[in-house]
């Protein structure tokens, strides 16, 4: 069992810049690959990044790619979304979640422990 809270979350100008956190609960923590999902209003969830049990490996919606960095520290357990050159479109709210597959993946169903999500909003 994990348990995710994020934090970070807030009100930004657009062109400004967040540090999401998602501290997880447990001694496993590295045994999990863990990722970042976005669901606006109105819309489907949709997948941002992720990033390997070891952090070595990272994966990237096209839409984030060079905006936005995923990082993990496990002594801490905890994962990061830096957000960096927002714009309005980013305005969701953003959830981690873990997966204890081997390999990154997409695709929501792969990943078993959610948290409860922080909103972010960005002005134009």
């Known amino acids: 069992q994990v348990q995710l809270v994020e934090s970070g979350g807030g009100l930004v100008q657009a062109g400004g810049s967040l540090r999401l956190s998602c501290a997880a609960s447990g001694r496993t923590f590295s045994s999990y690959a863990m990722g970042w999902f976005r669901q606006a209003p109105g819309k489907e969830r949709e997948f941002v990044a992720a990033?390997?049990?070891?952090?070595?490996?990272?994966d990237y919606a096209d839409s984030v790619k060079g905006r936005f960095t995923i990082s993990r520290d496990n002594a801490k357990n905890t994962v990061y979304l830096q957000m960096n050159s927002l714009k309005p479109e980013d305005t969701a709210v953003y959830s981690c979640?873990?997966?204890?597959?081997?390999?990154?993946?997409?695709?929501?169903?792969?990943?078993?422990?959610w948290g409860q999500g922080t909103q972010v909003t960005v002005s134009s």
């Open positions: 979640a873990a997966d204890p597959g081997i390999t990154l993946t997409r695709a929501s169903r792969s990943y078993d422990y």
């Open positions: 990033i390997s049990r070891s952090g070595r490996s990272t």
